[in-house]
Structures are given as structure tokens and as C-alpha cells.
């Protein structure tokens, strides 16, 4: 086990080079593996995940525990009605608090500064499992599935359809870290944070990534070997659903658009799905959609981070 990555955060990808990338990839293929052939892997007996949800889940809140229980641990729910972050009490307390109980914390947050906070008052690794600005954890899945389909990541392109939100930002994170090119089709006005595109596009120039905003899904789709998608209305923004549903018209994962793709591209949601809005379930059902692999692939990448994280080596 690389022991370079023990005790680190994992709050963006930004912070992670390619050959954290491939050391993770390379324990989940492994944990996989193992898993599937029922050979015990106790890499974390005995020690504790606190996990803090803000919002709901299901991928998330189930691979964790699941994952942590796979390894010999034990995980810990923690949600909104239970530590009311920033309400009962502040996070720097929270986080010396929780810090000092257990051994890792994952936290689903609304605001990326409540991630950044534990991780700064934090004693031990703090794991971003979704803010409003990041989803790292699900980035690391879907390269890793899309390694598993397609036994390469540099040189392959990704088209993201839709909405330029947290997944969008730790995909173009990811995907410049890669190597792989990045084309994004989104509305004018829901396009991913600049700062974030203009990070991608310089490290990209090193690493071989291609990024490019477009308006039209069907220009973005183009040759791509990935195509991926996500809600329209993330969580949090459920007042804004009647707006976006207008805005986001056409911006659909369909066969049509799937067609136009290379012959050999896959299709990745992070789900959950919202069928006829970002995606039609026919897609979904295609043998060339990966995203039930996808989500079963949150268990064994997560692993991975925990077990280099937290694990004793
Ligand atoms: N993709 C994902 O993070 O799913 P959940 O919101 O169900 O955890
Ligand atoms: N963008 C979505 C991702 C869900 C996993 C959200 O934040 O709700």
C-alpha cells in the first residue's frame, strides 16, 4: 500500500497528480477482485468513518458503510438532525470533537467551505463525499469504470451534457489530471465556474487533455468516446426545478444523440436519474451504458481512498 497518501484529505481532485490516480485505481482493482473471489481484506480493523450528511443518499451513504464494513471497520451515521452543522455548533468544534473519536470523517455538505473547515480542524483524513462544488469521490469511480471498459484514459474524449455543477467541476479536474479530453455542452448560463475550466485547460496542455464549452450536445458528442450526464437541478436547487427544466431542454443523453457518438462509446450518470429530463431510460438499458457498473464502482474506488487514507499499510 502506498504509504505517501496515508493520513492526506481528499477534498478535491485538484489535489491529487495522476499517479494518486493510478494508485487508487490500481487498490480498487484489487479490492474488486478480491471482494469477488470472498478473500477477506481487513484493512481497516478496527478503526472508525464518521460520515456527515447535509443532504440525502443513497450511492454514497451505502458504499461508505458498506466499504468501511468490507475492510474491518465500522462507519457512523451522522445526519442533519443529528450534529446540525454551523447550528448547534461550529465546525472547527465539530471537527476537533469527531477528530478525536475516529479515524476518518466523510462529510456530504451544501457549502465546499464546511469541507475545507474540517479538513483544516480536522486530526484525521476528511473525504469529500459531495459539496455544492465538488464530487470527487464519484469522479474516481466513473475513471476507474471507464478504465475497466475501456483500458485506457488518456487520449479518449468525454462529452458532458447538461448542467455545469459539482460533478462537472471535479470531471474536468479529473479528466485534465488524465489525460483525457473534456468537451462540455451546457446552457450559456449554467456553464461550470471559469476558474475550474481555467484550471483544467492549463494543466491539460501538459497532460494531453483537450477542454472545450460548447452549447450543443451534438457538437460535444462528436467522436466521444464517453458520454456522460447528471441532473438538471441538483440538490439545493429544487426551487429552481420549473426554470431549469425550461433552460435544459434538449440538453438530453437520448439514442439519437448516443448514435452520433463513436460506435464504441459508453454512457456514465452518477444517478440518481431523472428518466425523459437529462436521460432516457432506453440509454440507461443499453449495453453500452456503464452506469450500473458506475454506481457499484463507488464501493471499490471508495475502498481504495479509505484504505490508503486510513488504512495501517
Ligand atoms: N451519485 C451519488 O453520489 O449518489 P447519492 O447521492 O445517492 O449518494
Ligand atoms: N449534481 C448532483 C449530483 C448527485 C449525486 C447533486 O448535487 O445533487
New binding site residues.
Given amino acids: 500500500m502506498a504509504q505517501r497518501m496515508k493520513g492526506r484529505h481528499l477534498i478535491s481532485l485538484k489535489d491529487y497528480s495522476r499517479e494518486d490516480f493510478e494508485t487508487i485505481f490500481s487498490v480498487a482493482a484489487r479490492l474488486k477482485e478480491e471482494l469477488y473471489i470472498g478473500r477477506p481484506h481487513p484493512l481497516l480493523a478496527g478503526k472508525t468513518l464518521g460520515m456527515i450528511f447535509q443532504k440525502p443518499?443513497?450511492?454514497?451513504?451505502v458504499s461508505f458503510q458498506v466499504g468501511v464494513q468490507q475492510l474491518g471497520g465500522y462507519a457512523l451515521y451522522l445526519g442533519p438532525d443529528q450534529i446540525s452543522i454551523g447550528k448547534r455548533e461550529s465546525t472547527e468544534d465539530i471537527a476537533h470533537v469527531l477528530s478525536s473519536y475516529v479515524d476518518g470523517i466523510m462529510a456530504r455538505t451544501f457549502a465546499h467551505s464546511i469541507v475545507e473547515d474540517l479538513a483544516k480542524y480536522s486530526r484525521v483524513p476528511v473525504i469529500n463525499g459531495?459539496t455544492d462544488f465538488n464530487?470527487p469521490c464519484?469522479i474516481l469511480a466513473d475513471l476507474f469504470t471507464v478504465l475497466e471498459r475501456k483500458r485506457r484514459l488518456d487520449g479518449l474524449k468525454l462529452a458532458y451534457v447538461g448542467d455545469g455543477n459539482n460533478v462537472t467541476h471535479s470531471l474536468l479536474y479529473g479528466c485534465a489530471t488524465v489525460g483525457m479530453s473534456i468537451a462540455l455542452a451546457t446552457p450559456e448560463d449554467y456553464r461550470p465556474d471559469p476558474e475550474v475550466v481555467a484550471y483544467a485547460r492549463e494543466l491539460g496542455r501538459k497532460t494531453g487533455a483537450k477542454v472545450t464549452l460548447t452549447a450543443s450536445p451534438k457538437e460535444a458528442a462528436k467522436g466521444a468516446d464517453v458520454l456522460y450526464t447528471d441532473v438538471w437541478a441538483s440538490m439545493g436547487q429544487e426551487a429552481e426545478k420549473a426554470i431549469r427544466a425550461k433552460a435544459f431542454k434538449g440538453y438530453q443523453i437520448n439514442m439519437p444523440l448516443l448514435n452520433s457518438a463513436h460506435p464504441d462509446a459508453i454512457v456514465l450518470h452518477?444517478?440518481?436519474a431523472h428518466y425523459d429530463e437529462e436521460i432516457t431510460y432506453d440509454v440507461v438499458q443499453d449495453p453500452r451504458s456503464a452506469v450500473f457498473q458506475q454506481a457499484e464502482n463507488r464501493l471499490h474506488a471508495q475502498k481504495a481512498v479509505m484504505a490508503l487514507l486510513m488504512g495501517n499499510g
Fill in positions: 443518499s443513497l450511492r454514497t451513504m459531495l464530487h464519484q452518477c444517478l440518481p
